[in-house]
């Protein structure tokens, strides 16, 4: 592991970073000029929202120093000096800046314009930080009486902003400190390209295809699991790119294929039959009330009346001196009612009561032929160290079991995203709060109601796009 330590010499800091390698014979680039913002934090492995415990940090880092003059370049050694000046006037600049400026807001632009002006202080590797802040501020026209930043050995930044109380400007500072908090950057995995110092991801895409889970004739495509050919190691997020999956779910299936109809203290199921009710849903309809009709001495007849490019559902009752009640759902039925037949029917009441002769009852909406509009997909990949990014949230409950993505159906048709259709896809990137290694998937799909998807056994297939972590370090990252 290697390390940044401080020595002094006639009161001078020389710094160095310990390593088992020889930098002379490694490509880095040693200019100052070619280092912005956030190549310097990168180096030294701290965020970029600076504050006063980055800069203890970076202290802490460079105090236990033994000099190892024969592994590594007084250049580099100068390289690493001048990054730890300019985070350390940063930071203090930037606090000073927030407690006595309500309109400065501190961003990587202003950031690396900082930068540039300190660069252009000659030797300012060898100037005290205040020194270089006076400068800073004295061209920003503002003055200010700095206390002395300079650290204890023995004590931390926290520490001593909390031990000067005779200093009104650094009380100033230690109340925003603890009373605020700045995060003003994106902190990406790959801050910058610069060198082989720097971390690098690379992208890696599985195409998945649910004919070759595990344990293929005891599982389903809706809810499967896939022991992924290789052990992909240090993946930090993972996405989904495509999808390819045949519009195979039924509008009439075993959940809502039925509803009652109710004649005095009588109740009898109407239960359609679901080949036929996919083929032509008032066809199936008509041929059991007429069952039912001939049954009850009842002349009961459903129409589907259309409005424009649309259609609303209509039950007309004639020449029967019987009042009835259409129930579409009672709490012991297994379905949900927004998956119900009356639902699909356009009516909005489970149950309607007083059917008088000679009178018609109209759903309130029109019919929904493609009720299955969502479908989500879930992939638990097994870990655990990230936060769960997509909740289905339904009138009292909600689920959040691994859900990846959210895709619109269009109608009738076949559903074929990826990436670029981001209008028909809703998907959120996984990102993990540290590397993973992945190696075992499992993979679910569900409709709108919280229900694995009834595909009737059909597969499909997806892409998943990994985000792999991979270090080509010559450095390693800086403890802190």
């Not at 400068?135 to 026209?141: A, G, K, P, Y």
């Not at 023995?154 to 520490?159: F, H, M, P």
């Not at 009961?300 to 490019?309: V, Y």
């Amino acid at each position: 592991m290697n390390s940044i330590k401080r020595e002094n010499n006639n009161n001078e800091e020389i710094f160095i970073i310990e390593d088992e390698i020889n930098f002379e014979s490694d490509t880095i680039d040693l200019n100052i000029d070619n280092y912005e913002f956030k190549e310097m934090i990168n180096i030294f492995n701290i965020s970029p929202n600076l504050n006063y415990e980055d800069n203890s940090n970076l202290f802490s880092t460079l105090q236990e120093f033994n000099l190892n003059s024969h592994k590594f370049s007084q250049c580099f050694i100068n390289l690493l000096r001048k990054i730890f000046v300019i985070l350390n006037v940063i930071t203090k600049y930037k606090e000073f800046k927030q407690v006595n400026d309500n309109n400065f807001l501190f961003n990587e632009d202003n950031a690396n314009e900082l930068i540039i002006k300190i660069k252009n202080i000659e030797n300012f590797e060898h100037i005290n930080p205040k020194n270089i802040i006076q400068i800073l501020l004295s061209n920003d026209n503002s003055k200010y009486n700095l206390p002395n930043l300079e650290f204890n050995n023995e004590l931390t930044a926290r520490e001593k902003i909390n031990n000067i109380n005779d200093n009104e400007q650094y009380n100033k500072i230690a109340e925003a400190i603890q009373n605020k908090i700045y995060n003003n950057f994106d902190n990406p995995i790959v801050p910058g390209t610069i060198n082989s110092i720097k971390r690098i991801t690379k992208i890696t895409n599985l195409h998945i295809n649910s004919q070759f889970r595990n344990n293929y004739y005891k599982s389903s495509p809706n809810n499967f699991s896939y022991n992924l050919p290789k052990i992909f190691n240090n993946v930090v997020s993972i996405n989904l790119n495509s999808i390819e999956l045949k519009n195979t779910w039924l509008l009439i299936n075993q959940r809502n294929n039925f509803f009652y109809i109710e004649k005095g203290t009588t109740k009898t199921l109407i239960e359609l039959d679901i080949q036929a009710a996919n083929n032509n849903l008032l066809s199936a309809i008509k041929t059991e009330l007429t069952s039912y009709n001939n049954a009850n001495g009842v002349n009961l007849d459903i129409k589907f009346k259309s409005i424009a490019d649309n259609s609303y559902t209509a039950f007309n009752i004639t020449n029967s001196l019987e009042i009835i009640s259409i129930i579409f759902y009672q709490e012991n039925d297994s379905t949900n009612f927004l998956n119900s037949l009356g639902w699909i029917l356009g009516f909005r009441s489970a149950r309607y009561d007083n059917i008088s002769p000679n009178s018609s009852l109209n759903s309130e909406t029109f019919i929904n032929f493609y009720p299955i509009d969502t479908i989500y997909l879930a992939i638990n990949d097994y870990q655990y160290n990230y936060n769960e990014t997509n909740i289905i949230c339904f009138d009292k409950t909600s689920l959040d079991d691994h859900i990846l993505s959210k895709f619109s159906v269009d109608g009738n048709n076949d559903l074929y995203i990826n990436s670029n259709e981001n209008e028909r896809n809703s998907t959120t990137k996984r990102t993990y709060n540290g590397p993973i290694n992945l190696s075992k998937i499992q993979v679910k799909l569900y409709d709108k109601f919280g229900n694995l998807l009834d595909n009737n056994k059909c597969d499909y297939s997806f892409s998943i796009q990994l985000e792999i972590l991979y270090e080509n370090n010559n450095v390693k990252l800086l403890p802190i």
